[in-house]
Each structure stands twice: as structure tokens, then as C-alpha cells.
């Protein structure tokens, strides 16, 4: 228990905000179609609010859930390596999102259909 607890405070919940500070890059780059300001704003405030929500209470339980399956699978099986390679890829993964946000922008962590436009 005392492992899950700290596993969630000092690994899970920095990535989960992690995953909300890029929810956050990519609305404030599809909001700057937006050209009337309260209208802008209301568009950010929504979004923010569904972006938290989101990594809230559907991906912060999907990664604990993923790691306690393969804590319970790897260690009948492997001992611990399972858990460790889920964790070191989840790291790995929002390093490079992260790294392709700042250095290449917004639009290359997008679908080729949500980039937008010339505005």
C-alpha cells in the first residue's frame, strides 16, 4: 500500500500534470482561431475545465489501474520489471511529446486535421 501511495504521488500524478500543461498547449494554439476575445476566453476556460476533468478522472486512474495490473502480472511472472518498463516508457513517451512541443511547436504533436490553418 505504502508503494501505491507513493508510486501515485511522485510518478503518476506528475505525469498526469504533465499530460494537462500539454491539453493546455494544444487549446491555447487552437484558440488563437478564435478572433473575438470573450469569445476566446470562454473557448479556453471550457476546454481547461474539460482537459482537467479528462486527466482527471479517466487517465490518472487508467495509468494507476495499468501499473496495479502489471504489478499483480509481473511480479508472478518476472518480479518487477514489467511495472519498471511500463513506467520508464510512460516517462520516455511524455519526454518525447514534450520534447516536440517546445522544439517543433503545437502543430507537430497534432493530427495533420487539427493543425491550423493560415490565419
Known sequence: MKTTLTLER???LPC?????NL???II???ARLIDDAMLRTLFII???LFGS???ALVIAPGVVWAVHALR???RSQAGSFGEAAFLVGLGALI???YYRNYLLGTQSILPPAWRNGSH
Open 10 to 12: 511522485f510518478y503518476v
Open 16 to 20: 498526469c500534470l504533465l499530460l494537462l
Open 23 to 25: 491539453c493546455n498547449e
Open 28 to 30: 491555447a494554439y487552437k
Open 46 to 48: 471550457g476546454l481547461v
Open 53 to 55: 476533468s479528462l486527466v
Open 72 to 74: 499483480r502480472t509481473s
Open 95 to 97: 519526454f518525447w511529446v
